[in-house]
């Protein structure tokens, strides 16, 4: 059975950091594209950031400006999302995704395997 779980999620005021991990159990993702989505409420999913197999090539969403760093660890089976200078608009729930194929994608149904999501709470 294929497992993602996030953590590293939590309270943090405005002008803070957290860096969210994504680790991968029952199957390597060495191979896949991984990328990372939020979901506040009352809004829809949105890409924050993807990034290929190897770890060489990243994406970010255009509200991430420089903000957020996606990384991998293949050995560790392992995704990284450092996310600094959080604002309160950031306060979501943030969750990794194994992709169908070895890049990210910013669709969400071109991901085959989600993690529970762990809550980001950015306070004023």
């Known amino acids: 059975q294929v497992h993602l779980v996030e953590s590293g999620g939590g309270l943090v005021q405005a002008g803070g950091s957290l860096r969210l991990s994504c680790a991968a159990s029952?199957?390597?993702?060495?191979?896949?594209?991984m990328g990372w989505f939020r979901q506040a409420p009352g809004k829809e999913r949105e890409f924050v950031a993807g990034?290929?197999?190897?770890?060489?090539?990243?994406s970010y969403g255009d509200f991430v400006k420089g903000r957020f760093t996606i990384s991998r660890d293949n050995a560790k089976n392992t995704v990284y999302l450092q996310m600094n200078n959080l604002k309160p608009e950031d306060t979501a729930v943030y969750s990794c995704?194994?992709?169908?194929?070895?890049?990210?994608?910013?669709?969400?149904?071109?991901?085959?395997?989600w993690g529970q999501g762990t809550q980001v709470t950015v306070s004023s």
């Open positions: 995704a194994a992709s169908k194929g070895s890049r990210w994608y910013t669709l969400s149904k071109l991901y085959d395997y």
């Open positions: 029952g199957r390597t993702f060495s191979n896949n594209g």
């Open positions: 990034i290929n197999w190897s770890g060489g090539l990243t």
